[in-house]
């Protein structure tokens, strides 16, 4: 087995996004090693919210052209709406 070239430095979610879109692990896995972490249940909650399904289609669209989960995008977009919201 040859082998593999060193995963490369980067430096936005994005970046790793489109490495690992177009690489596989199975090509790196002798430079893994084990992770223990630990998710507190308290973090996050999850909220059932109604969408419009044409207006749910646009933001999965729009998650993966940015290579963000479709709740990232909500997230950021509520709060940058808020924000405005509140500004005015």
């Known amino acids: 087995m040859s ?11 994005e970046e790793i996004a489109e490495f690992w879109d ?3 692990l199975a090509d790196y896995w002798d430079q ?6 630990e998710i507190s249940p308290e973090l ?3 909220y059932l919210v ?6 749910l289609s646009r ?6 052209a940015r290579g963000v989960s479709t709740e990232s995008l909500v997230n950021l977009l ?3 709406r808020l924000h405005e ?4």
């Open 32 to 37: 893994t090693e084990p992770a223990q972490f």
């Open 59 to 64: 933001v999965r669209q729009a998650a993966h």
């Open 44 to 46: 996050r909650r999850c």
């Open 22 to 24: 177009t690489h596989s």
């Open 3 to 13: 082998e593999s070239k060193p995963i490369p430095e980067m430096n936005s979610y």
């Open 85 to 88: 919201i509140e500004s005015a």
């Open 50 to 55: 109604a969408v419009e399904p044409g207006l």
């Open 78 to 80: 509520l709060e940058q």
